[in-house]
């Protein structure tokens, strides 16, 4: 793994809606590195994601991603991070079709009004086929189950090419098998494309095995570090409360924490 910074952020702080979110973060993460972020509800892992897309600025500190300083990442750039935002619950009877949907990571390539080329229509069923959808390509997205619907997002996100690929919560209202196979598919597109991850989860069990580090939040940043050294009692209780119990997982030590994870 290629050990140059593609994230640098040096003593950010961050406010949401005029109150401070994120304070005081440094965090590096190396290109091609796989990145699981967790803590509680309200710590700031979305602000997190915002910030590394350019949505918000820090108040504090500075934040670069690949080799470039400006601040408000409006620059090229911004195209090379795909991004797929916490699940909305989808209108049903939207007419638009799963390849829509994935063709929709293409427009910042393309341009809103232009039609997209056979190179585009390329990479868009590389990307379906990448995720197992492209059997799927012409049915409404709002008849996909929840699972099916998060890999259209995830193809659209992959149809950007990017080197950098943000997920907010990505297994949240999908049955546990769908969970567990979404996993799967991102540990393969992390291996098979070269991203760098950055996963925002409350689940920190179905991420534990497969993420090179695990990041805890709680408006500061407690942790940083693989797996086996972030999940103790001593690091995770402070951030949880006492409450943590931790036992021998397979390969990750398995963690039950007390977040009342609600939307």
């Not at 700031?44 to 504090?60: C, E, H, R």
């Not at 919560?169 to 769908?178: C, F, L, R, V």
Request: glycine content about 8%.
């Amino acid at each position: 793994m290629a050990q140059s910074p593609i994230i640098q952020i040096k003593n950010a702080s961050f406010a949401f809606n005029g109150k401070l979110a994120l304070e005081d973060i440094s965090l590096d993460i190396a290109e091609g590195e796989f990145v699981g972020v967790i803590g509680p509800n309200g710590s700031g892992k979305t602000t997190l994601l915002k910030g590394l897309l350019g949505l918000i600025v820090p108040v504090k500190g500075t934040l670069q991603i690949f080799d470039c300083a400006c601040e408000d990442m409006r620059c090229h750039h911004r195209a090379r991070i795909g991004y797929l935002p916490q699940m909305e619950g989808s209108d049903d009877q939207f007419p638009i079709t799963a390849w829509e949907v994935a063709m929709m990571g293409r427009y910042g390539a393309i341009g809103l009004l232009k039609r997209p080329s056979s190179e585009d229509r390329k990479i868009v069923e590389e990307a379906l086929e990448a995720v197992g959808m492209a059997d799927f390509r012409s049915y409404a997205f709002g008849q996909l189950s929840g699972g099916q619907q998060q890999r259209v997002l995830i193809a659209r996100a992959l149809a950007q090419k990017p080197q950098v690929l943000l997920m907010d919560e990505p297994t949240t209202g999908i049955d546990a098998e769908a969970q567990h196979r979404l996993i799967q598919l991102v540990r393969r597109l992390h291996q098979q494309y070269h991203l760098t991850i950055v996963l925002v989860t409350h689940d920190i069990n179905l991420i534990s095995p497969i993420v090179d580090t695990i990041v805890l939040l709680k408006t500061r940043l407690y942790g940083k570090g693989p797996p086996a050294e972030i999940l103790t009692q001593a690091i995770l209780a402070p951030v949880y409360g006492q409450e943590v119990i931790i036992t021998e997982g397979e390969r990750t030590p398995y963690t039950i924490v007390h977040d009342t994870h609600h939307h």
